[in-house]
């Protein structure tokens, strides 16, 4: 038996993937830090004791019952019929600047309903909606 000494290899270091991870991080770390930009122009805004407070108008209020008949404002409407709705909106529109326009719809009214006063509305220019629902007390959350 020959017990000799071996030679033993030098182990290379590659550094060629820890200069990549390491110009990597330096992206990242470019990417997400946020720098503070100062403004170059000074402003200093004025200053008020009170505020204005501007008198809301009465909403236009569309009711859509379970049958799908309209009501504008309290007042039933002959019919069902497009043409009558946008009539009745044009007229309880007129008398008041930039209206914000109800419609409170049954739950199980009828879905073309809703959507025809909103094409109406969107005719007669009434881009203000809303959609008011009322809270249920016992939902689980």
Not at 13 to 38: A, E, G, H, N, Y
Not at 41 to 46: A, G, K, V, W
Not at 111 to 126: E, K
Request: hydrophobic content about 50%.
């Amino acid at each position: 038996m020959k017990f000799g000494l071996r030679q033993r290899e030098e182990p290379d270091v590659i550094i060629t993937p820890l200069i990549d991870i390491v110009f990597l991080l330096l992206i990242f770390f470019m990417v997400s830090t946020t720098f503070q930009r100062d403004s170059a122009l000074t402003i200093e805004l004025p200053e008020a004791t009170s505020q204005t407070i501007a008198k809301q108008e009465q909403p236009l209020e569309v009711v859509v019952d379970l049958a799908g008949s309209y009501f504008v404002d309290g007042t039933a409407l002959a019919d069902t019929n497009m043409f009558t709705l946008k009539e009745a909106l044009a007229t309880a529109a007129k008398t008041r600047t930039n209206p914000q326009l109800m419609i409170l719809a049954d739950a199980k009214a009828p879905y073309q309903s809703v959507i025809t006063i909103m094409d109406v509305a969107r005719q007669l220019g009434l881009v203000n909606l809303s959609f008011p629902t009322r809270l249920i007390e016992d939902a689980e959350p």
